[in-house]
């Protein structure tokens, strides 16, 4: 029994290998694509740009973060210096007040005004 059909060589082999791992690849490519689109809802094209700007806001967030962490120094800074600078200022405010209050007392008006001549006198 011969066979009408001619050998397969072993190019032909190679050739048949070479597309079904072609095939094979192209087909989890797709599958892939697919899964992306319906979990991200991101074209799998536009993901190396979706990462890239992740990445610089990331970093971008990270330098706001250090820089609120500085501010947030400075304003300690700040606050000790004021409180520092609040009691000096209390301190030569009990120096120079003089020991005693004391009230001034009004002046008084002996007699009553007139409207055409106004006397008063003071009293001690």
Known sequence: MSSSLPRPTRTHVAIA????????????????ERET????????PRL???A???QREEQHRTALEGEVTSL??????????AATDQQGLRRMNDDLSPPEQHTPRPLAVSEPLTHDRVTSQVLP
């Open 17 to 32: 290998l070479v597309a079904l791992t072609t095939a094979f690849a192209v087909t989890l490519q797709l599958r892939t």
């Open 37 to 44: 689109r319906r979990v991200l809802g991101v074209p799998s």
């Open 48 to 50: 190396a740009e979706l």
């Open 52 to 54: 890239y700007t992740m």
């Open 72 to 81: 947030r120094q400075h304003l300690a800074t700040l606050a000790d210096a």
